[in-house]
């Protein structure tokens, strides 16, 4: 019973091992069925190290059960997944993950700094390490002066924040949040995000289970788009955001020629009184629809890309029946 | 490592938990009763309006009575103290920030296992020692064989405990107190069908309570407990819930150790296999 993969992780092959190399997480095929009903039908995961890593999907597409398998805590039915270069479950790689559950619980009897050091404890961490540490954290976190308060009066958001930090506790290669915002206040989902970027300057990976868009949208640097328990696309969220762009153009002298000119570089085109509004693939093209319009005698008085928020971009890839 | 911060923090829960207080407060509340009870039969006993034969015998009998309370009290306790540690938490999704430690599952469980034990042999050895120190201030009686029918009803309840983590790797907190219990409640009536054959040498009815034993053996620890400390005259009345007109043979006592060691086993398999 003292081996280091317990029972439920299984070795993966050396296929994957070998594309493994250098990802902070790689799975193949990854799948779990629960009674007959396919949570998780195929995850094809690739997270490189270093990265804030965005897990998005509607509401039961299997992002959870996805995370509980990457951190041993359910079995895959079929499929592979390596953590940090060794098989999902390993016990002792566990020195080097974080994880914050969703709705981080636990003994409400126990003050913070308790709960800090015990949980330190199971990290293996040294008592000198933990003087030190568990201040640190509960400075990072904002809960100094509520060190010695026990969990059964903290609010919810006190719970992530306490939650967060034991997560952070042995300095994490790979972090996993689970909804990490979720019972925060502005100022503590500020917080929870300027905490997610230092890690990442810290050199460590971070994979985020949001259903916040918008807090995605700030902080990851690449996104994977979950469906019915498969990676639809996974993107870098650069240049995910600046890839179509709608422009917005109002000009004097515009014609139904014009409109039908730039079509060439539009998915479509729309003319109404003195303004044009244009889908274009690749924002390279806006100088040149912006030179055609004005050689061919259109006034412009002005031309806006806009940017599609994360959130269009979500309901285009995903569908907006909430994956149901 | 793993095994003694689990046992720690679980033994910390328990001590936490309203039910032990109330029950160890309930334990001293029948402590005192008890030796306000036996204050006053000693006090006819002085009087002399007492056959001398039932000197001894009497404080005795309620010393009896009293373990036997204690005993039912302890195994009780044991169910509802830790009928939720597995279940509840594994509900909860609290036993999630532990399970992702670098800690092999099965230390937790073991971990748990020892911290309510080490809790309940506490609760156990103040009661047993308690009503022994009462009776032997008043009536200079004790029971017979202390340290050995102390053991046995220290696994009794370390039997309930690996039952109670057994069935909570399986079930809800609610369906694993029944259960639990429920088996307690066979192996009591399975135990008086075996004293009631005994005693009418019905062959049939002795082997219906050996096959509840065998099921469910804390009644025949407890029969073996109640053998051990009370005196040879009192076990020889055969028939009352402390005498065993079938009294259960060591080889039962074997077998309910290792049974307690198979649940705590299989609890372990179950929580090492399952997703929480």
Redesign the interface.
Known sequence: ??QAT???SRSPSTVLQQSAAGLAIATRGLCKVFNGKVAVRSLNLEVPRGEIFGFLGPNGAGKSTSL?ML?????PTRGEAMVLGRPAGD?????K?G?L???????E?LTAAELLR??G????MSHSRLRQKVPELLGLVGLTEHAGKRLRDFSKGMLQRI?LA?ALLNDPELIFLDEPTSGLDPAGRRLVRDIIKAQRERGATVLLNSHLLSEVEITCDRVAFIKHGEVIETRELNSLLAEQTTVQVRAANLTAEMAAGVEQWASSVCLQNHQLTLSVASREALPQILRFLVDRGAEVYEFTPQRLSLEERFLEIVGNDGGL | ??VW?MAG?TF??AA?KKILWMALAAGLAFLALFGTGLHYQMKDLAAGRVRPILLKQIPGAMLMVGLYAIDLLTVVMTVLVSVDTLSGEIA???I???????????QIVLGKWLGFAAMMSAYLALLVGGINAITYTMAHVTARQVPQGFALMWLESALLLSITFFFGTHYSTLTNGVLALGLVGLAFLGGWIEQIGAATNTTSAVNVGIVASIIMPSEALWRRAANDMQSPLANALNFSPFSSASLPSSTMIVYAGVYTALALLFA?RRF??R??
Request: hydrophobic share 40%; aromatic share 12%; no cysteine.
């Open positions: 019973m003292t317990e029972s439920r509980k951190l041993g805590l359910a079995t016990v002792p790689i566990r020195r993950i994880f559950p969703e709705h981080f619980r636990f003994y009897w015990l949980h404890r199971l990290y293996g939650g034991q | 490592m793993g911060i923090v910390r829960e936490r909860s999704g609290t999630q920030a532990v399970a992702t430690k670098p800690v092999p599952r099965w372990i090492r296999r997703d929480l």
